[in-house]
């Protein structure tokens, strides 16, 4: 990989529609504005997605405008009992009609259906509340709710603005990882209380994709002997040349990593073996970890000219990171591993 490129503050878009300077930041310091994108509409996606866990259960929570549809997602995840529970609402032609915040830092995110259901991800002033709805998600009668507010704890965050191939077409991405979690989800009578020991992710994304995407992404908010650890690893899609978008995060700082491979072992017919042991290494020997799968979320959504086939695999991490010189060795920490494919 070619040197990673720290941002500057600025418009995210030149004039053309193209980045204005592709790499990563520790903020927003990009400024993204949806008028200045020269592609079709149709093309244009945005997201806020927040991940909520501990060891025993997660809660995912999902508004996207994705141009020609848009949709609406909440998962839960029960690891003891190797369940889930995932509704995910769709509906078409949005177009920018749901009007997700430009910036992650100020503005609500609000969507409902009538009585179907209804996301607020609201900013109470350095907290975010997370208030949704959702009838009948468990089965008749067994509506959903959530209250959970999150509160950052590190200052820091992972953002990078990638570009494609394709003129015109690019990521802005933000994760905001070890959000301290209090509050509840609740399906029907039953409660999955976040609080001490639990954390948060949120996805930010905005930007105008390519078709035919596949990437990979792993994900963890935990504690571990008095400290807050977590991170952000992927890659597979647009020219990361300038960039990756890997980043550690150890109690209040955080630390740029170069190139990280997940390697997913193989079945005997060549296949991905999902739920066997993943490895997670890097060329320049700052990560060295093991994941162990303990239930993997597969869902496949094939409608026509659009697929979005996906595997976030959950379970628990363990290795080190070489941390300014310094190991930093860790055991059995929470978190997901996923592998994505989609034409959108």
């Known amino acids: 990989m070619g040197e990673q490129h720290l941002m500057g503050a600025g418009p995210l878009l030149n004039e053309n529609g193209d980045l204005a300077e592709p790499g990563y930041a520790f903020s927003l310091v990009k400024t993204y504005d949806r008028s200045a994108i020269r592609l ?113 704890t590190v200052g820091k965050s992972m953002v990078i603005a990638t570009p494609f191939r394709k003129k015109g077409h690019f990521y802005y991405n933000q994760k905001i990882n070890n959000m301290a979690a209090n509050g509840y989800a609740k399906v029907g009578e039953e409660t999955y209380g976040f609080h001490s020991g639990s954390y948060g992710v949120l996805d930010w994304g905005r930007g105008t994709w390519t ?15 008095g400290h807050t650890i977590g991170w952000n690893l992927g890659y597979g899609f647009g020219d990361t040349s300038k960039a990756s978008e890997n980043m550690v995060f150890l109690d209040d700082k955080a630390y740029k990593l170069d190139e990280v491979k997940m390697d997913i072992p193989l079945d005997k017919f060549g296949h991905d073996d999902f739920m066997s042991p993943w490895k997670f290494r890097s060329p320049s020997h700052d990560i060295d970890m093991t994941f162990t799968p303990i239930y993997d979320r597969h869902a496949d959504t094939n409608v026509g000219i659009i697929r979005s086939n996906q595997h976030q695999v959950f379970g628990r991490f363990s290795g080190h990171f070489l941390l300014d010189g310094k190991s930093f060795y860790f055991e059995d920490l929470p978190g997901f591993a996923e592998k994505v494919f989609n034409k959108w």
């Open 40 to 152: 079709s509409k149709w093309r244009i996606k945005e997201w806020d997605y927040y991940y909520v866990g501990n060891k025993d259960y997660g809660c995912a929570l999902t508004v996207a405008d994705n141009g020609y549809m848009w949709l609406c997602s909440i998962s839960i995840l029960d690891f003891k009992n190797k369940k889930e529970i995932t509704k995910s609402p769709m509906g078409w032609f949005p177009f920018g009609k749901l009007k997700l915040p430009r910036d992650s830092r100020i503005g609500n995110t609000a969507f409902c259906k009538g009585d179907k259901f209804s996301f607020e991800f609201r900013h109470e002033g350095k907290k975010r509340r997370l208030l949704v709805y959702m009838k009948d998600f468990g089965g008749k009668g067994k509506d959903f709710r959530s209250d959970i507010t999150l509160e950052e």
């Open 211 to 225: 078709y035919r995407n596949t990437w990979l992404w792993s994900s963890c908010s935990s504690e571990y002997a």
